[in-house]
């Protein structure tokens, strides 16, 4: 069974993390229906915890939610990179569709996999 980190946080988790990353969310009618993080980490803009809610997934949030992170990484990152479950095959298709390659030589957490793509500035 896939172990997912975010469903295994706790509320001070969560605190430290908004303190720690730029987050962005998604709200319909005051409904919380997606979320994204990112973070410089020297070149390297980390972008995590992308969510969609589940009755809403397959319309492109997801990937609108992933544009927007990619788009608040400042001018300094040259890499986007992110981790998903090794099993998440959607996740995987979206995020290879948007030019993100599986990167094995990259450590990555249990049942993990960790994708990148170079950031194109024009």
Excluded: F, K
């Excluded at 030019?99 to 950031?119: C, F, Q, S």
């Amino acid at each position: 069974m896939e172990v997912v980190p975010a469903l295994h946080e706790s509320v001070d988790d969560v605190l430290a993390g908004l303190e720690q990353w730029q987050t962005r969310v998604v709200r319909v009618a005051g409904r919380l229906v997606g979320s994204v993080r990112g973070r410089l980490d020297g070149t390297t803009w980390h972008v995590g915890r992308l969510m969609v809610a589940p009755d809403l997934q397959g319309r492109g949030l997801g990937r609108a939610l992933l544009t927007h992170a990619e788009a608040l990484a400042p001018p300094e990152a040259t890499t986007c990179s992110l981790v998903t479950g090794a099993a998440s095959a959607a996740n995987i298709r979206m995020y290879r569709r948007a030019g993100y390659r599986e990167r094995p030589d990259l450590e990555a957490p249990p049942a993990g996999v960790v994708l990148t793509r170079r950031i194109s500035r024009r």
